[in-house]
């Protein structure tokens, strides 16, 4: 795990009738907590969406390779692959293609084989060659038949098995059973080994197959709250762009964490000794927004380490309407850039930049870097820091909880 990091909390873990706190119970939970770049934002709710709280509908099933649309009813009957002539390498996994052989003799009918794209592996080195007729995918799909018939027998035998030997013992606890159930599944390569003698004869069994390309779904995910959509992907499978994309990222304000002293980052946080971090906000919205950042009180169980944030309260400009390089050299602060161009050189000279003033550590346009003082408490493993940051602008005011996860205590 990387640290330092921020991380933000979503709330639909959350036990909607405990109000006892302001602070959510959940927030302590590792797995309500993800980068922004996870998340979404229901601008009806106004409110963060994890993919816990989506929901996904699948609006386009595709081949990855050759970008054939397929219906559902099609990639079913598939078995969701490419039922042309799409097939992946054995070997590794690289795309293969179609060449056709030398012929012997002028009237011989023609054949082909599949070589792979990457390593070259070719079908043709296993004597598996093809012919015009019937399709491709058949006559692959004709080499695969002993092995699904292979897999399809233990997983009967296996199923048969374990039904068994449940009945034979008269199990009465419900955890007995999945106790069994466990154990009848540890044989597994006995049983193969079992399958495997009494079919030695079989060779195709043994063959490398090309493998038939996987298909592909685009989704569109809704608010699990009010079912607004918040990402449609174009439909089609040669379009890359999105009818409807509501990212977290593109609307609320990003946290980053970095360290303030110039030496390597400490692997692990001493007890009672005294950690400085800068704290950058950015604003990505075009509205300016006033930002106030909080934390929780010292609390000996889940969050004993002492924190100061030094000026929690500031004004972020507008972000850019639009991205070009100037712009986002100026949406990073000093200490982030590490190599002198002519654009770095023009925007430090256009002093948008100020340090120092008011507790702030710098500020350029439409971001700001405060200091957070910490105090770290050996008496939990983790300094995990919840910070909750409000935002607020003309018709606009909302707030999110973040985890600064800054590392280990010693
Ligand atoms: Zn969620
Ligand atoms: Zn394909
Ligand atoms: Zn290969
Ligand atoms: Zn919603």
């Given at each position: 795990m990387k640290y330092p990091r921020i991380e933000v909390f979503c709330?639909?873990?959350?036990?909607?009738?405990?109000?006892?706190?302001?602070?959510?119970?959940?927030?302590?939970?590792?797995?309500s907590c993800r980068g922004l770049e996870w998340l979404y934002f229901c601008d009806y709710c106004q409110s963060l969406r994890c993919p816990r709280c989506i929901q996904e509908e699948i609006i386009c099933r595709y081949?990855?390779?050759?970008l054939f649309e397929v219906t559902s009813q099609t990639a079913k009957a598939e078995e969701?692959?490419?039922?042309?002539n799409c097939f992946d390498c054995p070997l590794c996994k690289a795309s293969m293609r179609v060449i056709s052989r030398e012929r012997q003799n002028e009237d011989d009918a023609p054949t082909y084989e599949l070589i792979c794209n990457?390593?070259?592996?070719?079908?043709g080195d296993q004597n598996m060659v093809f012919t015009r007729h019937p399709s491709l995918v058949t006559q692959v799909a004709e080499l695969e038949a002993p092995t699904k018939t292979r897999f399809k027998e233990l997983q009967k035998y296996n199923h048969q098995n374990a039904v068994e030997q449940l009945t034979k013992e008269n199990t009465s606890t419900f955890t007995k059973i999945i106790d069994k159930k466990k154990r009848t599944k540890m044989p597994l390569e006995i049983q193969t080994q079992e399958l495997d003698s009494d079919n030695d004869e079989d060779d195709n069994t043994k063959k490398l197959i090309p493998v038939r390309r996987r298909l592909r779904t685009k989704r569109a995910k809704r608010c699990m709250?009010?079912?607004?959509?918040?990402v449609r992907p174009e439909?089609?499978?040669?379009s890359i762009g999105f009818k409807v994309r509501q990212l977290a990222m593109n609307h609320l304000p990003s946290l980053a964490v970095t360290s303030h002293?110039?030496?390597?980052?400490?692997s692990i946080l001493t007890n009672g000794a005294l950690y400085t971090f800068r704290l950058t906000v950015s604003n990505i919205i075009t509205t300016p927004i006033k930002v106030t950042l909080a934390t929780l009180p010292l609390?000996?169980?889940?969050h004993p380490h002492k924190v100061t944030i030094i000026s929690p309260t500031f004004d972020l400009g507008p972000a850019p309407e639009l991205w070009d390089e100037a712009s986002l050299v100026r949406g990073?602060?000093?200490?982030?850039?590490?190599r002198e161009t002519n654009t770095t050189k023009k925007v430090f000279m256009e002093g948008d930049r100020e340090s120092g003033?008011?507790?702030?550590?710098e500020r350029g346009k439409n971001w700001v870097t405060v200091l957070m003082e910490i105090v770290p408490s050996?008496?939990?493993?983790e300094v995990d820091i919840p910070l909750f940051v409000s935002y607020s602008a003309e018709d606009l005011n909302i707030g999110f909880w973040t985890m600064a996860r800054l590392g280990q205590t010693n």
């Open positions: 709330p639909c873990m959350e036990d909607p009738d405990n109000t006892s706190s302001n602070v959510p119970a959940t927030i302590w939970d590792r797995n081949c990855p390779n050759c969701n692959a490419c039922s042309r990457h390593c070259e592996w070719k079908s709250g009010c079912r607004q959509m918040l439909s089609k499978p040669t002293s110039t030496e390597s980052y400490p609390d000996s169980e889940n990073v602060p000093s200490s982030s850039i590490v003033t008011g507790g702030i550590y050996a008496s939990v493993p």
